[in-house]
T-cell receptor, first 114, second 112 residues
Framework: NAGVTQTPKFQVLKTGQSMTLQCAQD?????MYWYRQDPGMGLRLIYY???????DKGEVPNGYNVSRLNKREFSLRLESAAPSQTSVYFC?????????????FGQGTRLTVV | KNQVEQSPQSLIILEGKNCTLQ??????????LRWYKQDTGRGPVSLTI?????NTKSNGRYTATLDADTKQSSLHITASQLSDSASYIC???????????FGTGTRLKVLA
C-alpha cells in the first residue's frame, strides 16, 4: 500500500518553463489537495479537489492549474515557472475533506526555479 | 483573520525528558485541530485529531490537549527519543470548509 505518491521528487526549472507535478493515491480517497511549503511559513493551500470532477482554488492559486484526472490522480501544472514558485510542494488526500478524517501527505516535490 | 500560532519556534531537549509544545488559534467557527509530525525532507504525518468536544487525545507518547474556550492546544511528548527530532505542526480547520490553517511549526531537536 503506497499511500500518496508524488513525482518527481526534485526538479530544477528555468524561468518560463512549464512542468506538471504528479500525485496519485491508492486509498480510494475522495478529497485531494496541493500545498506549498516555504521557509518560515505554514503550508499554504494552492488548489483542492473535494471529489472527482471538482476543483477549487485555495489560498495561493495564481500561476498554477490543476487537473483531477480520476479519483486516484490530481496533477498540478506550472505554465510559466517563476522564481517565486521555488518551494516544496506537497500533495495530500483524505477520505472526505469536511469531516474529521486523517489526511495523508506525499513525500513532497522540491522545485527550484532559476 | 484565521490564524494559528505556535510556540516555541524551536526547542532542544535531552533524550528521555518531557516537553510541551503550544498552539493558539483564532479560527472560527472551529471544526477540528490536528497535530502533525514532519521529519526533515518528508511529508507531515498525522498524530492526533481533536474536535470541539474532545479535551485530550493520546497517541503513544504523544498527548494533545484542547481548550476550545481559550482556543489553545498543547502537544506533550513524554520520555523523548532521538526519533522525536522533527517539526511539529498544529493545523486548524473551520467548520464547513475544506481549508486547513497551518501553523509554522515547532522544530524539536532531541540530543543524546
Amino acid at each position: 500500500n503506497a499511500g500518496v505518491t508524488q513525482t518527481p521528487k526534485f526538479q530544477v526549472l528555468k524561468t518560463g518553463q512549464s512542468m506538471t507535478l504528479q500525485c496519485a493515491q491508492d486509498m480510494n480517497h475522495n478529497s485531494m489537495y496541493w500545498y506549498r511549503q516555504d521557509p518560515g511559513m505554514g503550508l499554504r493551500l494552492i488548489y483542492y479537489s473535494a471529489s472527482e470532477g471538482t476543483t477549487d482554488k485555495g489560498e495561493v492559486p495564481n500561476g498554477y492549474n490543476v487537473s483531477r484526472l480520476n479519483k486516484r490522480e490530481f496533477s498540478l501544472r506550472l505554465e510559466s515557472a517563476a522564481p517565486s514558485q521555488t518551494s516544496v510542494y506537497f500533495c495530500a488526500s483524505q477520505p472526505y475533506g469536511q469531516v474529521n478524517t486523517e489526511a495523508f501527505f506525499g513525500q513532497g516535490t522540491r522545485l527550484t526555479v532559476v | 483573520k484565521n490564524q494559528v500560532e505556535q510556540s516555541p519556534q524551536s526547542l532542544i531537549i535531552l533524550e528521555g525528558k518531557n516537553c510541551t509544545l503550544q498552539c493558539n488559534y483564532t479560527v472560527s467557527p472551529f471544526s477540528n485541530l490536528r497535530w502533525y509530525k514532519q521529519d526533515t525532507g518528508r511529508g507531515p504525518v498525522s498524530l492526533t485529531i481533536m474536535t470541539f468536544s474532545e479535551n485530550t487525545k493520546s497517541n503513544g507518547r504523544y498527548t494533545a490537549t484542547l481548550d476550545a474556550d481559550t482556543k489553545q492546544s498543547s502537544l506533550h511528548i513524554t520520555a523523548s527519543q532521538l526519533s522525536d527530532s522533527a517539526s511539529y505542526i498544529c493545523v486548524v480547520s473551520a467548520e464547513g470548509t475544506y481549508k486547513y490553517i497551518f501553523g509554522t511549526g515547532t522544530r524539536l531537536k532531541v540530543l543524546a
